[in-house]
């Protein structure tokens, strides 16, 4: 993930929740220190993140109908769920994740 990259995807993950996300905020999604951790994910907007903290960030985009369901999560294109019940259960997962964000912001 790029720095730009990043600061798209908090601009995206805001929208999926209904609040403007800070750089503070994000660091909270990454269990990030309060105090320094605002000024890392300003780092990070310029060089990306970068480890485990990107790896977090990419399955928290997943909250965001703007980002895939990555191959690992998706579940819901097997033979064994019927093809009209994947879009529901798509967005199911999909606010699953949007509330994993809220509850990480507390």
Request: net charge positive; with cysteine; hydrophobic share 35%.
């Amino acid at each position: 993930m790029t720095g730009a990259e990043l600061k798209q995807l908090r601009k995206d993950l805001g929208e999926a929740i209904g609040k403007q996300l800070s750089a503070a905020d994000m660091a909270k999604l990454c269990s990030l220190p309060s105090g320094s951790g605002a000024d890392t994910v300003r780092r990070w907007e310029i060089s990306g993140p970068t480890g485990p903290a990107g790896e977090l960030l990419r399955i928290l985009a997943m909250a965001s109908d703007s980002y895939p369901i990555l191959d690992n999560f998706n579940v819901f294109d097997r033979f064994n769920i019927p093809e009209r019940e994947r879009p529901a259960r798509r967005e199911e997962f999909r606010e699953k994740m949007r509330d994993e964000v809220r509850r990480r912001l507390g």
